[in-house]
């Protein structure tokens, strides 16, 4: 609760210049604030203050061994947070920061552990988001920043998401509008030999080989598996089975199985929420259809408020039509694939 006279906690403030200084120094105060990246809203603290960190945790219901991202202001910050850099790595950071490309890099010993999950990697990145760059200048130091939403769940895309879901445990949540991407940040590890993506994003495998002059391994695909090395890949944000999630069931369905089976359950009695993007509209006044961008880009933009919006219909079911094979949609359907295992089930903790 707010004492008289303080502000509330909670509360969304516009993206003006007393805002983004406000909320450095609510971060430099060992506190946690809501902040938008091109990706998805962050909730951030303080990379180099393990009380700060852990008041995300305590937030977000995440398990302590979960490793956070660390926002910078620009590569020029990565020595002090990277202890050897790749070559490869400097390149891709060159090339696609600020942006959605996370580099898992050999940590140094300033980075505290509960940032890390007491690895001795690091997840590092320069967002593209011209509010978020302005507070990490205005910091001037990392900020570490999951998505601000409780863990395993939905991640927010606009301030009243993050309001919605973490209410007066974040201090205040600065509103830079609608993400722009949309989805989490590729993540590629270079702590090993051969660099291999752990999380598919908006930077694809064919964008990275088209810099470093060859194509990363992506954890899960054949040819990765069939090579893979003894050592063991680090943890890493988003990696879990089941995240991404709305309470309502999830399923995904094949385009021409679509209408037919959304149609079988309304006849049964159930509400029925779903997205297509392909798949014609049966016209059917019982279900709930909404029509999803065709572009994978515009689709991924659009997902998590969509999934959103479907949870909050207090729905029987959500069904989503499958999405189409190839590499521009890999991301998305890694998260939805990701939504549906999570899918159904309610939080240990309101």
């Known amino acids: 609760m707010s004492s008289a006279g303080a502000k509330p906690r909670g509360r969304i403030e516009p993206s003006t210049l007393v805002a983004i200084h406000e909320a450095a120094a609510l971060l430099r105060a060992g506190d946690i604030v809501g902040m938008p990246t091109e990706t998805v809203y962050g909730l951030a603290a303080d990379a180099l203050n393990p009380l700060a960190v852990k008041k995300i945790f305590a937030a977000k219901g995440r398990p302590a061994d979960h490793p956070l991202i660390v926002h910078l202001p620009s590569a020029d910050h990565l020595p002090r947070w990277a202890a050897s850099i790749p070559k490869d790595a400097i390149a891709l950071a060159r090339a696609f920061w600020p942006g959605p490309l996370t580099l898992i890099l050999k940590r140094t010993a300033d980075v505290p552990d509960e940032v890390t999950g007491g690895q001795d990697t690091v997840g590092l990145r320069v967002p593209s988001h011209s509010i978020a760059l302005a507070m990490l200048q205005v910091f001037d130091s990392g900020i570490a920043a999951p998505s601000a939403n409780r ?93 991404y999630a709305p309470r309502t069931p999830l399923r995904l369905i094949e385009p021409a199985l679509l209408a037919a089976e959304a149609t079988a359950l309304a006849g049964e009695g159930s509400r029925v929420a779903v997205l297509a993007h392909a798949a014609p509209n049966p016209q059917d006044s019982r279900l709930i259809w909404q029509c999803m961008p065709s572009d994978p880009a515009a689709y991924a933009q659009e997902l998590y408020a969509s999934l959103r919006a479907m949870d909050a219909l207090d729905a029987d079911f959500i069904l989503i039509e499958n999405l189409p094979a190839g590499p521009d949609w890999r991301a998305v359907a890694d998260r939805l694939g990701r939504a549906a295992v999570g899918s159904g089930a309610e939080d240990d903790e309101t």
């Open 151 to 243: 863990f395993g769940r939905i991640s927010p895309t606009t301030a009243t998401h993050v309001q919605e879901e973490l209410g007066e445990r974040v201090a205040m949540i600065v509103d830079g509008g609608a993400c722009a991407v949309g989805i989490e940040s590729t993540i590629l590890d270079f702590s090993r030999d051969v660099p291999e993506i752990l999380r598919p994003g908006a930077i694809t495998p064919e964008d990275i080989a088209r810099v470093i002059g060859r194509r990363p391994r992506v954890r899960g695909e054949a040819e990765a598996v069939a090579s893979a090395q003894t050592a063991v890949a680090p943890r890493v944000s988003g990696a879990l089975a089941a995240h």
